[in-house]
């Protein structure tokens, strides 16, 4: 005995040392051999080892613990459950009959370690049969409607995935339907390793159908003896005896937080105070002060740029009832903050003076949760705005009637919003700019314009828009896309009753963000932003559409190269005789009729809040899009910081022409620093 123990402690130390020793290497990589089925980047997320970060990451955080990433090194045990987690990963995607083995390799001087997997992955198993047990008891339009949607079809390969999302769409279903208490089991997967082959079991137990009971509504705050319970029961859309819905009461709670009349609402079931196959429905709502004063300072990026200013607006909720809401407001903005000088500030209205652009806003609006006794959105304002741009000053006076429509849960698009407009704008064209343009198409130098007076325009439009939102993340997709669609049609309605109008045209954009799951961490993403626009008058000439329903481009939220609206192709001013050119305004079409512009993007965190970016857009406009080239689309790159706050993210992007269909000049005959274009924005740019 006195023997063995030195022995068996000299055994232990060995042990302890060589399981030490590769603690004291940096893992500079993990690599995946084999895999045919399955990307590297796919793996390297399903594993527990990670990279050790790159030298920059490791400068900062040498810096401080709290930013950049700490040096990775190399742990042998982590090996045993990677190979674990690779083969668990395997089956989940049905290849059952995965091998997987690893190695590692040591770089004694460098003090680094490579860890090496090899993958056998074998064939993938598909879905020979689906069972689903346990609907029995429920009425048979429901079984056989459920049977009907079922996605694992006999023939697809398996995965785990589409197992559970099957499973929680039947579950939804049943949630919807009344069977409040659905359970479902484990699901049960029989592999027939000689065949290839997958059986699939489901065990659902529904339960009782359950019937909303009673409705029991509890307010609290300042203001809710000023909140009738009615309002409650109507907005809810809930009625006593009808089958329980967890849709329903959700879409419920959403509609009592829209109309801004409460600080917190929960809707839920009372499952103690069932009674049979009936469920007491509790309204917990915390009422607001009805009666709102707010300040605001502003910054946003309307226009594509920068914008400051301080806005004021009173809200009366509840007005005349029934979560009524009256707003009355005003803003003031200054354009592109960093170019401007402000000891001119007070002649940013005047047209000669264009060193400050900006617009001023005053409106009116009545919202209310309900048209006609059914839950659609409905928002009457009216408004009056100054804006003033580069190349005109605008006085526009309208009144806007929308209707925001909720869509059944199963449609592809997903929201539905329409409206109808009409506005009076005129609009007054800088001199200077108009000077500029009649040197460039007429070869006419002039020191004034004699006659100088605005263009008017009366609009009718009616609009609407559509989309469909399907990203993991509001604030940072890293996968999934979103789609959206604006159609508007102009002036037939006046032309109809019979009061004449300028021109009839339509307009239509469409935008398209894709975000593919090329990154295995969610803390990058790629993306890519596709939009097209045409605006067309189908009775009278293009050049009587209104400026504010043209194109423009260029800007921190388009081609990123250019200012905000610089891509815009010249007016036409060749209806325009030697003799009228002392005395135009009118008929100066500013902006085009078809825009086409795209982004491709990557974004990384770098550490903490803090991220970057790596950005290619492009993009024009034409007059019609019988004009578009090839040679005359704006291409521009760039790289962009971002700061990623609790409501969203602020970003500096640096933008450079990388092709100016202008002047025929790309990338490298820029000067990095002289021709360098600033963008800060709220928000992504996609």
Same mark, same amino acid.
């Given at each position: 005995?006195? @023997?063995?123990?030195?022995?068996?402690?000299?055994?232990?130390?060995?042990?302890?040392?060589?399981?030490?020793?590769?603690? *004291?290497? *940096?893992?500079?990589?993990? *690599?995946?051999?084999?895999?045919?089925?399955?990307?590297?980047?796919?793996?390297?997320?399903?594993?527990?080892?990670?990279?050790?970060?790159?030298?920059?990451?490791?400068?900062?955080?040498?810096?401080?613990?709290?930013?950049?990433?700490?040096?990775?090194?190399?742990?042998s045990l982590k090996i045993k459950s990677d190979l674990e987690s690779l083969?668990?990963?395997?089956?989940?995607?049905?290849?059952?009959?995965?091998?997987?083995?690893?190695?590692?390799?040591?770089?004694?001087?460098?003090?680094?370690?490579?860890?090496?997997?090899?993958?056998?992955?074998?064939?993938?198993?598909?879905?020979?049969?689906?069972?689903?047990?346990?609907?029995?008891?429920?009425?048979?339009?429901?079984?056989?409607?459920?049977?009907?949607?079922?996605?694992?079809?006999?023939?697809?390969?398996?995965?785990?995935?589409?197992?559970?999302?099957?499973?929680? *769409?039947?579950?939804?279903?049943?949630?919807?339907?009344?069977?409040?208490?659905?359970?479902?089991?484990?699901?049960?997967?029989?592999?027939?390793?000689?065949?290839?082959?997958? $059986?699939?079991?489901?065990?659902?137990?529904?339960?009782?159908?359950?019937?909303?009971?009673?409705?029991?509504?509890?307010?609290?705050?300042?203001?809710?003896?000023?909140?009738?319970?009615?309002?409650?029961?109507?907005?809810?859309?809930?009625?006593?005896?009808?089958?329980?819905?967890?849709?329903?009461?959700?879409?419920?709670?959403?509609?009592?937080?829209?109309?801004?009349?409460?600080?917190?609402?929960?809707?839920?079931?009372?499952?103690?105070?069932?009674?049979?196959?009936?469920?007491?429905? $509790?309204?917990?709502?915390?009422?607001?002060?009805?009666?709102?004063?707010?300040?605001?300072?502003?910054? $946003?990026?309307?226009?594509?740029?920068?914008?400051?200013?301080?806005?004021?607006?009173?809200?009366?909720?509840? /007005?005349?009832?029934?979560?009524?809401?009256?707003?009355?407001?005003?803003?003031?903005?200054?354009?592109?903050?960093?170019?401007?000088?402000?000891?001119?500030?007070?002649?940013?209205?005047?047209?000669?003076?264009?060193?400050?652009?900006?617009?001023?806003?005053?409106?009116?609006?009545?919202?209310?949760?309900?048209?006609?006794?059914?839950?659609?959105?409905?928002?009457?304002?009216?408004?009056?705005?100054?804006?003033?741009?580069k190349e005109y000053k605008a006085n526009i006076l309208g009144g806007r009637?929308?209707?925001?429509?909720?869509?059944?849960?199963?449609?592809?698009? @997903?929201?539905?919003?329409?409206?109808?407009?009409?506005?009076?704008?005129?609009?007054?064209?800088?001199?200077?700019?108009?000077?500029?343009?009649?040197?460039?198409?007429?070869?006419?130098?002039?020191?004034?314009?004699?006659? /100088?007076?605005?263009?008017? /325009?009366?609009?009718?439009?009616?609009?609407?828009?559509?989309?469909?939102?399907?990203?993991?993340?509001?604030?940072?997709?890293?996968?999934?896309?979103?789609?959206?669609?604006?159609?508007?049609?102009?002036?037939?309605?006046?032309?109809?009753?019979?009061?004449?109008?300028?021109?009839?045209?339509?307009?239509?954009?469409?935008?398209?963000?894709?975000?593919?799951?090329?990154?295995?961490?969610?803390?990058?993403?790629?993306?890519?932003?596709?939009?097209?626009?045409?605006?067309?008058?189908?009775?009278?000439?293009?050049?009587?559409?209104?400026?504010?329903?043209?194109?423009?481009?260029?800007?921190?939220?388009?081609?990123?190269?250019?200012?905000?609206?610089?891509?815009?192709?010249?007016?036409?001013?060749?209806?325009?005789?030697?003799?009228?050119?002392?005395?135009?305004?009118?008929?100066?079409?500013?902006?085009?009729?078809?825009?086409?512009?795209?982004?491709?993007?990557? @974004?990384?965190?770098?550490?903490?809040?803090?991220?970057?970016?790596?950005?290619?857009?492009?993009?024009?406009?034409?007059?019609?899009?019988?004009?578009?080239?090839?040679?005359?689309?704006?291409?521009?790159?760039?790289?962009?910081?971002?700061?990623?706050?609790?409501?969203?993210?602020?970003?500096?992007? /640096?933008?450079?022409?990388?092709?100016?269909?202008?002047?025929?000049?790309?990338?490298?005959?820029?000067?990095?620093?002289?021709?360098?274009?600033?963008?800060?924005?709220?928000?992504?740019?996609?």
């Amino acid at each position: 005995m006195s @023997r063995l123990f030195p022995a068996v402690i000299i055994i232990f130390i060995s042990f302890l040392s060589l399981n030490a020793q590769p603690s *004291e290497y *940096e893992l500079e990589e993990i *690599e995946f051999e084999g895999n045919q089925s399955i990307s590297s980047s796919e793996l390297s997320g399903a594993i527990s080892s990670v990279e050790s970060p790159n030298w920059f990451f490791k400068f900062l955080n040498s810096i401080s613990e709290s930013i950049g990433k700490a040096t990775v090194y190399f742990d042998s045990l982590k090996i045993k459950s990677d190979l674990e987690s690779l083969v668990d990963y395997y089956r989940d995607q049905g290849f059952f009959k995965a091998q997987v083995s690893g190695s590692y390799s040591l770089n004694d001087e460098e003090k680094e370690a490579v860890i090496s997997y090899y993958i056998n992955e074998g064939l993938r198993f598909v879905v020979t049969e689906v069972n689903i047990d346990g609907l029995d008891e429920i009425p048979v339009e429901f079984s056989t409607k459920l049977l009907a949607n079922n996605s694992i079809d006999s023939g697809k390969f398996y995965t785990k995935a589409l197992i559970d999302e099957n499973i929680g *769409e039947m579950t939804s279903y049943l949630l919807n339907h009344g069977y409040m208490l659905v359970e479902r089991e484990r699901p049960e997967i029989i592999v027939d390793t000689v065949q290839n082959l997958v $059986n699939v079991n489901l065990d659902f137990n529904p339960g009782l159908r359950y019937r909303i009971g009673e409705i029991r509504i509890e307010k609290t705050g300042e203001s809710k003896d000023n909140i009738r319970d009615t309002i409650l029961r109507q907005l809810i859309g809930v009625k006593p005896g009808q089958y329980y819905s967890a849709e329903d009461l959700s879409r419920g709670q959403i509609r009592l937080y829209r109309t801004n009349l409460f600080s917190s609402v929960l809707v839920n079931t009372v499952i103690a105070d069932t009674q049979g196959n009936t469920v007491p429905l $509790n309204i917990k709502a915390d009422v607001t002060n009805l009666n709102e004063l707010v300040p605001e300072v502003i910054m $946003n990026n309307q226009e594509s740029s920068l914008n400051f200013g301080l806005a004021a607006s009173y809200t009366r909720k509840n /007005f005349l009832g029934d979560a009524r809401n009256f707003s009355l407001g005003s803003n003031f903005t200054v354009n592109d903050i960093f170019n401007i000088d402000y000891s001119k500030l007070g002649r940013m209205f005047e047209v000669k003076d264009t060193s400050i652009l900006g617009y001023f806003d005053a409106r009116l609006t009545v919202e209310q949760p309900y048209f006609l006794g059914k839950p659609i959105r409905t928002r009457l304002e009216s408004y009056y705005t100054i804006t003033k741009q580069k190349e005109y000053k605008a006085n526009i006076l309208g009144g806007r009637l929308s209707w925001d429509f909720e869509l059944p849960r199963r449609v592809y698009f @997903r929201s539905l919003l329409v409206y109808y407009s009409i506005e009076r704008s005129e609009y007054q064209i800088v001199e200077d700019y108009l000077r500029a343009l009649i040197k460039r198409q007429r070869n006419i130098s002039l020191d004034t314009i004699n006659i /100088f007076q605005p263009s008017a /325009f009366t609009t009718s439009i009616l609009g609407v828009e559509t989309g469909n939102t399907k990203t993991d993340d509001l604030l940072f997709p890293t996968q999934g896309y979103t789609l959206s669609l604006n159609f508007e049609e102009a002036n037939s309605v006046p032309y109809l009753l019979g009061f004449g109008s300028r021109a009839q045209f339509f307009r239509a954009v469409t935008g398209l963000t894709y975000y593919p799951k090329l990154y295995a961490s969610d803390e990058s993403a790629f993306g890519l932003k596709f939009k097209m626009g045409y605006v067309k008058a189908f009775h009278g000439p293009d050049k009587e559409i209104p400026l504010n329903r043209r194109f423009t481009a260029g800007g921190s939220n388009s081609v990123r190269g250019w200012p905000a609206r610089e891509l815009s192709p010249d007016p036409d001013l060749s209806f325009l005789t030697t003799e009228d050119v002392l005395q135009i305004a009118q008929n100066v079409a500013i902006g085009g009729t078809f825009l086409l512009e795209g982004s491709v993007e990557t @974004r990384n965190r770098l550490f903490g809040p803090i991220g970057g970016a790596l950005f290619a857009d492009y993009g024009n406009v034409w007059n019609g899009y019988n004009n578009f080239r090839f040679n005359k689309v704006a291409v521009a790159v760039g790289f962009g910081l971002r700061f990623y706050s609790s409501f969203a993210p602020i970003r500096i992007d /640096f933008g450079y022409k990388a092709y100016d269909p202008e002047t025929r000049q790309t990338l490298l005959d820029q000067k990095f620093f002289k021709d360098i274009q600033l963008h800060i924005g709220i928000g992504e740019a996609f």
